[in-house]
Each structure stands twice: as C-alpha cells, then as structure tokens.
C-alpha cells in the first residue's frame, strides 16, 4: 500500500466532503482501538475542528488509559482537535433498570444497546457544534462479516476507512503516527465487561477473515483451518446481508393508491 498517498487522498476526502456541507468539523468517537484511532488522525489532519468523545461504559481501564493517551497526543500534535469525556455508566444503568424486563436473556441486547447509545451521544454533540459523525468501520467489519452494531456504530455520516482492510488499517497507523499501545492492543469490540478480542467472538483473525473475504478460488485443495475460516466468514456475512443492503422497503402497488 502506498501509505502517504492513501492517507492524503482520505484527507482531501474529508476536506472536500466537508466543504459540500454547511458544517464545520468533525466527530469521532474515541475507543483506544485502532480504527478511532487512525480516523481521528486523518480528521485532525484536515485542519477542520475535530471533536474527539470517550465515553467509557464500565470499560476495562486499559481500553480506556490508551483513549485518553491518545487524545492527548493528537491534542498535542494538532491544534484543531479537542476532546471531551463522557461517562455514560450511569446512562447505561438507568436505562438497563428502566426495562420493563431483564434485556440480558440475550447477551446481545445490552452490549448493543452500549454502542446505541454512544451514537446518540455523538450526535448530540456533532449537532451542537455544526460537526459530522465519523464512522470508524473498515471494509472486513462492514462489508465483510457485518461486525458492528447496526444504528450503533454503524450509525454514522460519513466512512472514511471503509474500503481499507484490516491489515491495511494498522499500517496507514503506524504511518500516521499512532501511539504503540494502540499498535499493539488487540482489535475488541469493547462491547463486554471481560474485554474479549474480536478474535474470540468470531473465531478467526482479520487476515484469516480478509484472506476468506477475497477469495475465489477451487475449495477442494484448501486445508482444515482454510475450509474452517471460509465457513465462518460466509455464514456471517449471510446473515449480517440485513445490515449491508438498504433496508427493504414494502412498496404499494400503483393500484391501490
Ligand atoms: N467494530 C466492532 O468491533 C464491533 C462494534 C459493535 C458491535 N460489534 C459486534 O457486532 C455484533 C452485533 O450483533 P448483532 O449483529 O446481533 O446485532 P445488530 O443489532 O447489529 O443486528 C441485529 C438486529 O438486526 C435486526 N435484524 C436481524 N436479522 C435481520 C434481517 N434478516 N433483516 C432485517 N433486520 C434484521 C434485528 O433488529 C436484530 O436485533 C456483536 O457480535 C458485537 O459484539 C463489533
Ligand atoms: N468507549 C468508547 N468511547 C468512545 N467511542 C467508542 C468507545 N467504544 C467504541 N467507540 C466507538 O465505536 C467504534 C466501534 O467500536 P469497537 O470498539 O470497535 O466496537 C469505535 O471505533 C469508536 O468510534
Ligand atoms: O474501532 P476501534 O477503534 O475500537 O478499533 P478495534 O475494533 O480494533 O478495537
């Protein structure tokens, strides 16, 4: 990958979104990943205001102790950026009280409803300051196995990193800057109090994943852990398909109308 190319044409992408917009910077929401990493540099490098947002909800201290280094080195790096913590614990835990029933039958439910609700937050504060969302997804979450929380952190304005596999992430990262307590973290999705991988939930690693997702070739000559791989990545992204296509929309026949 041709780094700095990459990383100026993300820019000029932002700046010249922006600018066909009556808005006047950007929000992005800071998770001590490398995804939010990596989009806050590019934002920052735009010139454009750049609001940076942790909102910690009971989160492992190492998640968010790389949050907070990271804000304060692109702080430092770039006067254009400013950050904000927002302590949604206690959100979270009203709204988990105010349910009419235990939502943790699922374990789903209240982890997404983590992600909803830091989409809420960050678009509050973008309205308020005449900002735009900024997604973090890359092209194997997003358009690959649907790893994220629809109208989550799925819910943004615009996508910067969406057509940049995972591999491609950590090195446009390293590249810009990224601090290496972020380099190194292992990608999570933050979602659960036992701080486990991404790897852990779906069973195969990004590059496993990315391999899966490009290929195209004769499966009987694949090894175990290729076949494995290849199972996993097309059964999620069968049913996260809801996710990735406009949703569907009952139209009425001219007819009846
Ligand atoms: N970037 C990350 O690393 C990241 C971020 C957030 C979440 N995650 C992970 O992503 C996963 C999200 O869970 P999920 O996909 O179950 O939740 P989701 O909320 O994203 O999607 C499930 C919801 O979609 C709807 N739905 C389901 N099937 C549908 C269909 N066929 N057509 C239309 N709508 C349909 C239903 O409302 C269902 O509750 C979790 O594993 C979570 O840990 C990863
Ligand atoms: N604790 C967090 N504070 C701010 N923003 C967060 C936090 N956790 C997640 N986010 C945002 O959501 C996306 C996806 O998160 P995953 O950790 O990959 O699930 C992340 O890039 C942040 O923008
Ligand atoms: O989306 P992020 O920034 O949380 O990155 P990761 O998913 O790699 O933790």
């Known amino acids: 990958m041709k780094a700095e190319e990459v990383s100026r044409h993300i820019r000029e992408w932002l700046t010249d979104y922006l600018q066909s917009t009556r808005l006047s910077g950007f929000v992005v929401g800071i998770s001590g990943g490398i995804d939010s990493a990596l989009v806050s540099v590019l934002c920052a490098q ?116 969406a057509d940049l596999n995972k591999t491609q992430v950590f090195e446009l990262a390293r590249h810009s800057g990224v601090i290496t307590a972020i380099l190194e973290a292992k990608p999570t999705d933050g979602l659960f109090e036992d701080g486990r991988s991404d790897e852990d939930q779906i069973g195969a690693t990004y590059p496993e994943l990315e391999w899966a997702m490009d290929f195209s070739g004769e499966e009987s000559g694949l090894r175990e852990r290729e076949k494995e791989v290849l199972a996993i990545y097309r059964r999620l992204n069968r049913i996260n398909q809801h996710k990735m296509q406009p949703i569907p929309v009952c139209f009425i026949p001219k007819a009846y109308l």
Do not use: W
């Not at 205001?49 to 990271?70: C, F, G, N, S, W």
């Not at 009203?94 to 349910?99: A, G, H, Q």
């Not at 009419?100 to 678009?123: G, W």
């Open 46 to 161: 735009t010139g454009a205001q750049t609001i940076l947002l942790t909102m910690p909800i009971r989160q492992t201290k190492a998640e968010y102790d790389r949050a907070v280094q990271h804000m304060d080195q692109l702080k430092e790096r770039y006067p254009n950026v400013v950050s904000l913590e927002v302590n949604l614990t206690d959100t979270f835990e009203t709204f988990e009280r105010t349910m009419p029933f235990d939502l943790n039958v699922n374990h789903l439910a209240m982890a997404n409803s983590r992600s909803r609700l830091r989409m809420t937050t960050l678009y509050a504060v973008a309205q308020a300051n005449g900002c735009l969302v900024v997604g973090t997804g890359n092209k194997v979450e997003d358009f690959g196995v649907g790893f994220y929380t629809k109208y989550g952190d799925g819910g943004v304005d615009i996508s910067p990193i």
